[in-house]
């Protein structure tokens, strides 16, 4: 049971389960795409599965970075936490940590053997991610840096993810997966600003959010920003497999919202206006891995 609830609390698979399998799904899906084009009779299952366990496992294995890098700090601000309260030890998690690690090899190798080294690209970047690139105290206080340099994980990971598909048929890197990739990092992007928005009551001495470093009218700016540039992003990628323009209807609605409700929350930064962004990035970032990677499927190609 305290297994059960640390999952609940730290890695809610309710909420990462479905967002780690677009993940997976879309990356295959798109690259499939790019080649030889693909209906869904061609999907192989075994691709969808590395892709999907090794997204999920990964992020995961974050969480248990975070939780040895912020030990300190959460036994001072959020002494509430799990590892904090005793209910479960790092060293339990290093031993799950060892595991994640071993299975991702074994489910690189199992997919072709070049893989391995996409894998070991991402493993560098976590690694120097987790390290604060050995300037923490330097990066920390550079909010902007420190989001784009952590962020770049995501665009590394769809390059893994889509070298499962890409790399055992021969295939080479393209100007189509560097659009799908810069699209991930601004749907990541969205998903990570979105996730630190607060209102005022909501805030916690110690922790940092962007609501409190920026204010609520430039935090909604930054969003903003990041929301138009996810948007742009992700029909361009579209356009790359045939599905720009349907992406571009179907999100549109969906971005006026999202761009009313900042305002909303700009003019009055209350609990009830920031409920909105614990919800709406999820979905938005479920929907753009989903249409780019299931939509060429029925139209376009």
Known sequence: MRWWTYQKERFPLSQYLPMMLAFGFSGISFSMHLGSGGRLGDLSVAQYVAAGLVVLTFFMLMRIADEHKDFEEDGKF?????????????????????????????????????????????????????????VPVWLKKRHTLYLISHMMILPLLNLYVTSIEWLPRGGTFSFGLLAYMVSSFCDGTVVEVGRK???????EYGVDTYTQIWGAKRSMIVWAVVITASYASTVFAGFQVGVGLPILAILFPLYVIALFFAHKFAKDPSPQNAKFFKVFPGVWMFLMYFMLGGLPFFVGG
Do not use: C, H, N
Request: hydrophobic share 60%; aromatic share 12%.
């Open 78 to 134: 959020r002494p509430y936490r799990p590892v904090q309260r005793g209910l479960v030890k790092l060293s339990e998690l290093r031993i799950i940590g060892v595991f994640i690690v071993i299975l991702q090899i074994g489910l690189s190798i199992w997919v072709g053997l070049p893989v391995l080294g996409m894998l070991a690209i991402v493993y560098i970047w976590f690694i120097l991610m987790t390290a604060e690139f050995f």
């Open 197 to 203: 928005l607060r209102a005022k009551e909501d805030e």
